[in-house]
Nanobody, 119 residues
Framework: VQLQASGGGLVQPGGSLKLSCVVS????????MRWYRQAPGKQRDLVAG???????NYADSVKGRFIISRNNAKNTVYLQMNSLKPEDTAVYFC??????????????WGKGTQVTVSS
């Protein structure tokens, strides 16, 4: 199972970016999908999560600004980030809990995509 994140980049404060993460491999289903972020010198923190059924949760710091969504047919999770602030600067990682065709349940990570918010 592989996760490939994309969409990061440099944006000015107040701007927007949309991250995508595609899950590939021999999978039967993908349960929870999440975005985490890690700033230099800090721990990796949960940003947002979405269940198979579409229930979402967000870190307090991004509520009202970020929107997580998923396309189950495309095995893809998205993170729409609006009103970006310099403190949102971090490497963003996607995460998925997936059931493989061997019926093994695994917790998988992508390599991360850099988001830099700066003028």
């Amino acid at each position: 199972v592989q996760l490939q994140a994309s969409g990061g980049g440099l944006v000015q404060p107040g701007g927007s970016l949309k991250l995508s993460c595609v899950v590939s491999g021999s999978i039967l289903s993908i349960n929870a999908m999440r975005w985490y972020r890690q700033a230099p010198g800090k721990q990796r923190d949960l940003v947002a999560g979405i269940t198979l059924g579409g229930s979402t949760n967000y870190a307090d710091s991004v509520k009202g600004r970020f929107i997580i969504s998923r396309n189950n047919a495309k095995n893809t999770v998205y993170l729409q980030m609006n009103s970006l602030k310099p403190e949102d600067t971090a490497v963003y990682f996607c995460n998925a809990v997936a059931v493989e065709r061997t019926f093994t349940v695994g917790n998988y990570w992508g390599k991360g995509t850099q988001v830099t918010v700066s003028s």
